[in-house]
């Protein structure tokens, strides 16, 4: 699949190799994780051959997010190994090229390669934000650089939620945004575009493009800068949002008997998608892998 190399114009595909059939683009779906646990929190290693992800323990698996040991799956050969004894929880945000992971623990964020899981660095953020620790979202990795983390949160009692940057490499943390959204959203390119569940929004000339497709989670394609991953709650699928074109192309993702879908994220070179489905059936949740048909 080569999201990264295409350019959509009035519904035609020009020089790229993704086919599209009545607007939706078109591939192949891979369970990657047991299907008698609960998983969730995938995260790609920097070559895109192997993901990792949690498979929550207790209950059978049946805590989508809970605690567990990590797993590995292996593209090329097609196999799914435990990995550690050790229960993580993890599930913040994996950064766009893949090996390294942000979590939160006791007030604080953590930074670990994946892999070995060794601590990378960590932040404390300002009292503020650990006296509302409840509603903070993120962190989440800069589309541009591993040193750069975004985080929002809200104080009690305001509909105020504030969007913060932070340098790693100086420890510098500034208010860059004020918003009344309180659910999720995704830094993107430059530095200067952020995706919220209804809008992208330029931190540089505050234009906004209207994002109206139900969004529960956001991914932009880490090697095309004009490629947002949208994944939905309306129809259980995801959809490829152009934000020159601003025009979304369905992404004919959605396994059966799924009734939501959830941590979709780009693969480093943008050419698979990873994301975890809930089931209708027991409400366990797996974790696919989406390659688009050529």
Not at 247 to 256: D, K, L, S, T, V
Request: net charge negative; aromatic share 12%; hydrophobic share 35%.
């Amino acid at each position: 699949m080569k999201m990264s190399r295409f350019v959509i114009w009035g519904g035609v595909v020009i020089a790229g190799a993704l086919l599209l059939s009545c607007d939706t683009i078109q591939g192949d779906l891979r369970l990657i994780s047991s299907e008698s646990f609960g998983s969730h929190s995938p995260v790609w290693t920097s070559d895109g051959k192997s993901i990792y992800f949690v498979v929550a323990s207790g209950m059978g698996g049946n805590i989508p997010y809970g605690g567990g040991p990590v797993w590995r799956f292996d593209l090329g050969a097609n196999n799914l190994t435990q990995i550690t004894e050790e229960e993580f929880s993890y599930g913040d945000d994996s950064s766009p090229q893949g090996d390294y992971i942000l979590k939160g623990e006791d007030g604080k964020w953590v930074m670990l390669q994946v892999g070995t899981w060794e601590e990378i660095i960590s932040y404390t953020p300002p009292q503020q934000v650990i006296d509302n620790w409840g509603s903070v979202k993120g962190p989440k990795f800069s589309y541009e650089s591993n040193n750069v983390i975004y985080y929002s949160y809200c104080d009690n009692g305001t509909d105020s939620v504030y969007i913060h940057r932070v340098n790693l490499e100086d420890i510098t943390d500034e208010r860059i945004l004020t918003r009344n959204v309180k659910r999720g959203f995704a830094p993107g390119p430059g530095d200067t575009l952020i995706a919220f569940i209804d809008t992208i929004y330029n931190l540089n000339n505050k234009e906004v493009i209207p994002v109206t497709l139900g969004a529960v989670f956001l991914d932009w394609n880490p090697t095309n800068p004009n490629e947002l991953l949208v994944s939905t709650t309306n129809d259980k699928d995801m959809y490829l949002f152009d934000i020159q074109t601003q025009e979304p192309q369905r992404i004919n993702a959605g396994p059966p008997k799924t009734y939501n879908i959830d941590e979709a994220k780009f693969s480093p070179d943008g050419d698979k998608i990873v994301f975890t489905a809930r089931r209708n059936s027991d409400g366990l949740q797996e974790v696919w892998l989406f390659e688009s048909s050529d």
